[in-house]
């Protein structure tokens, strides 16, 4: 469904005859109808810079993104609209992301009302996202301040759901919510996926997040990817060391097994 072959994203930074910098080199992934394709890095490795090339929203210096057989590298602002039905987001942190001001049901309604949506048909639509993310009926007229953290990052998902999406970019959607927390929402993402055949580009750093929800997983380290394949595999037996201390370094709760990582940290930070 989504192809990435080659992809370049440089930043130009101000001053005269300075380098550009590549925040993203030489990237290609793909990602089938329903998969999740977890994207996993150290901050600054460019996962983000992926997820917006993707979505129009940083420059596309080399190679090419296709989306069900369009390129969609270099598009203008009305073939963007028409796209953003197929391809949505879910940012990491849910406050910033959503506007402190507008009720959910505002929230919920504008990519509705984008698309044509409204009335009757926009209210059955929106009663039955606020079901299909676990939210109460009565949310509609909130505030999304009203909400607890996980709470708000359901009415994000719902927001991205709205128009029946067949891309999601999640970027570190769980990444400011507590343990447990994160758990169900990720949990929540899984039961989507079932019921809606959508598919998921999962930026995290945290490999164990990645690992729980994703069917692929691809390692992204200083802005080319170092690894990828079967989440079981990969993560059972990395191959780049890379890969590797980033294993190592992901928390997992069990003690014993955070005994074992420790270790193993030691043990690779000599490698
Ligand atoms: N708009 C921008 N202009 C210049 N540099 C940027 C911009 N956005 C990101 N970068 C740089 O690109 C690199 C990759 O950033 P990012 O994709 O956000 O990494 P990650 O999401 O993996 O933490 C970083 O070094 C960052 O500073
Ligand atoms: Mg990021």
Redesign the pocket.
């Known amino acids: 469904m989504l192809d990435i072959e080659n992809l370049r994203v440089e930043?130009r930074p101000k001053g005269f005859r300075r380098p550009p910098?590549v925040?993203v080199d030489d990237v290609s992934l793909a990602i089938a109808e329903g998969e999740t394709l977890g994207l996993v890095?150290e901050?600054?490795?460019?996962?983000?810079?992926i997820g917006r090339a993707l979505l129009g929203l940083a420059p596309v210096s080399g190679g090419r993104i296709t989306f069900e057989d369009t390129d969609i590298s270099h598009l203008n602002r009305r073939e963007r609209r028409v796209i953003s039905r197929d391809i949505q987001v879910v940012f990491q942190d849910p406050y910033s992301s959503l506007n402190p001001s507008m009720t959910v049901g505002d929230i919920l309604s504008e990519p509705l009302r984008v698309q044509g949506v409204g009335g009757r048909e926009a209210q059955a639509r929106i009663a039955s996202l606020l079901d299909q993310v676990g939210l109460p009926q009565d949310a509609v007229r909130r505030l999304p301040r009203e909400f607890s953290g996980g709470q708000r990052q359901r009415v994000g998902i719902a927001r991205a759901l709205a128009l029946s999406p067949r891309l999601i970019v999640c970027d570190e959607p769980v990444s400011a919510l507590d343990l447990t927390t994160q758990a169900r929402v990720l949990d929540l993402f899984l039961d989507i996926q079932e019921q809606t055949g959508v598919a998921y580009l999962f930026i995290s750093h945290d490999l164990d997040v990645v690992r729980h929800i994703s069917h692929r997983i691809a390692v992204l380290y200083r802005s080319r990817l170092v690894e990828m394949g079967d989440a079981i595999e990969l993560t059972d037996m990395p191959r780049h060391p890379y890969t590797k201390r980033l294993l190592a370094s992901s928390p997992v709760l069990d003690p014993d097994k955070q005994a074992a990582r420790r270790e193993e940290r030691q043990r690779l930070s000599y490698v």
Not at 43 to 49: A, N
């Open positions: 930043y910098f925040a890095g901050s600054g490795s460019g996962k983000t810079t």
